[in-house]
C-alpha cells in the first residue's frame, strides 16, 4: 500500500521557474527521502530529512517537513529541461531486523519546458 | 551510474513460466531491496536481505523468492508468471552504516513482460 501521497500527480513549467511538490503520509517516519526518476530507468536519491529536522537545502534543491501534518515538500527552484522526471517521496520506518522499509508515493511528473 | 548492476535489461517471456532476475549492490554494500514498479500499484517493496538473511517482507507474492550469496549479489525468483506480473523491477542496495545508510542506491531495472 502507499504511505505517501504526492501532489500534483503532473506539473508543467517554463525552464527558470520554480517548482513545489507536496508528499503526505500516514503513519510514523524515521525519515522521509525524496527520489527522481527519469523515465523508465532507477531512481537517484535527492535529499533525506530525518524527523527531527524541519527543513534542508541541497543546491537548488529544498525541502520541508512537518511531522505534525505528516507532509512534506520539494521546492526545485530555476528549474531547468534536465530536471524534467517523476519525483517521488519515500517515508523510512523501522521495520524490526535492523530493517528500515522504504514506502514510496505514486510520484509527480515534472515537465520543464524550454 | 549508482554503482548497482541488474541483468538482464529486459525480459519477455509467456504466462506460466519461471524467470531470474539478478543484482550485484554497490561494492561494499551489504543491504539488498527488491522493488516492483507496475502503472497501476506504483512502487512496491518486496523484500530485503543483509549480509545473506531476510530482514523485511513488503507485497511479495508466495509465487516470488529471493535470496542473497555470499558475495552478496541476489536474485529474485518469480514462478508462474501472470500477465499482471509484467513490470519493472529494481534493486537497490544501501550503505551498512554511516551518514548515508537509510539512503538506498537503485539499479537501472529489469523490465519483464509476461505475453
Known amino acids: 500500500s502507499q504511505q505517501g501521497e504526492e501532489d500534483p500527480q503532473a506539473l508543467s513549467i517554463q525552464e527558470g521557474e520554480n517548482a513545489t511538490m507536496n508528499c503526505s503520509y500516514k503513519?510514523?517516519?524515521?525519515?522521509l527521502q525524496w527520489y527522481r526518476q527519469n523515465s523508465g530507468r532507477g531512481l537517484v536519491h535527492l535529499i533525506l530529512?530525518?524527523?527531527?529536522?524541519r527543513e534542508k537545502h541541497s543546491g537548488r534543491l529544498r525541502v520541508t517537513l512537518d511531522t505534525s501534518k505528516k507532509s512534506s515538500s520539494l521546492l526545485i527552484t530555476a528549474s531547468r529541461a534536465a530536471d524534467t522526471a517523476s519525483y517521488f517521496c519515500?517515508?523510512?520506518?523501522?521495520?524490526?531486523?535492523?530493517?528500515?522499509?522504504?514506502?514510496f508515493g505514486k510520484g509527480t511528473k515534472l515537465s520543464v519546458i524550454p | 551510474d549508482s554503482g548497482v548492476t541488474q541483468t538482464p535489461k529486459h525480459l519477455i517471456t509467456a504466462t506460466g513460466q519461471r524467470v531470474t532476475l539478478r543484482c550485484s549492490p554497490r561494492?561494499?554494500?551489504?543491504?539488498v531491496y527488491w522493488y516492483q514498479q507496475s502503472l497501476d500499484q506504483g512502487l512496491q517493496f518486496l523484500i530485503h536481505?543483509?549480509?545473506?538473511?531476510?530482514?523485511a517482507k513488503g507485497n511479495i507474492l508466495e509465487r516470488f523468492s529471493a535470496q542473497q550469496f555470499p558475495d552478496l549479489h541476489s536474485e529474485l525468483n518469480l514462478s508462474s508468471l501472470e500477465l499482471g506480473d509484467s513490470a519493472l523491477y529494481f534493486c537497490?542496495?544501501?550503505?551498512?552504516?554511516?551518514?548515508?545508510?537509510?539512503?538506498?542506491?537503485f539499479g537501472p531495472g529489469t523490465r519483464l513482460t509476461v505475453l
Open positions: 537497490a542496495s544501501s550503505p551498512r552504516t554511516g551518514i548515508r545508510s537509510n539512503e538506498q542506491f
Open positions: 503513519t510514523s517516519i524515521n525519515n
Open positions: 530529512i530525518r524527523s527531527n529536522e
Open positions: 519515500a517515508t523510512a520506518a523501522y521495520s524490526g531486523a535492523g530493517s528500515y522499509q522504504l514506502t
Open positions: 561494492s561494499g554494500d551489504l543491504s
Open positions: 536481505y543483509y549480509n545473506g538473511e531476510e530482514r
